[in-house]
């Protein structure tokens, strides 16, 4: 495990090296995610921003080109309220975010509201193993 001040060291240095127009909407949708979400954790694995709780990671921040993706992880799925707003999302592991548009608070707020609340019910059923001292 990253000590803390590395991982905010390392997410620094991640958003610092994506272009400008998504270092913008990187930092926005951060800001927006840790609102929605302030128990979530940051660090950077597999080259992804990613979200956890309690060590399970949940969504993740992905730069591609031109825009970014934000993924649902662990098998989550999509609130219906925010499918119906995004048809196009039905079946998607990945919600595109083009820097061009922006991204709809409200949605975002509940695709961070359902990602934690199917990471607490997985953490329910298994909880992650901890290595005895």
């Known amino acids: 495990m990253r000590h803390a001040g590395r991982n905010k060291a390392l997410v620094a240095s991640w958003i610092d090296f994506l272009s400008p127009p998504l270092r ?3 930092e926005s949708v951060r800001r927006q ?13 597999w080259g992804k921003l990613v979200f956890s709780v309690d060590s399970l990671p949940v969504l ?10 934000l993924q649902m992880l662990q098998g989550a799925h999509w609130p219906a309220a925010v499918l119906a707003e995004r048809p196009a999302l039905g079946g998607a592991r990945q919600w595109r975010l083009d820097p061009a548009a922006a991204v ?3 949605l975002l707020e509940m695709v961070v509201s359902a990602a934690l609340v199917q990471a607490r019910e997985r953490l329910d ?5 901890r290595d005895e001292p």
């Open 33 to 45: 995610v840790r609102q929605a979400g302030p128990e979530l954790a940051e660090s950077i694995q």
């Open 125 to 129: 059923r298994s909880p992650p193993r």
């Open 60 to 69: 993740a921040l992905v730069p591609a080109r031109g825009h970014l993706n």
């Open 24 to 26: 913008e909407l990187a």
């Open 104 to 106: 709809d608070p409200v």
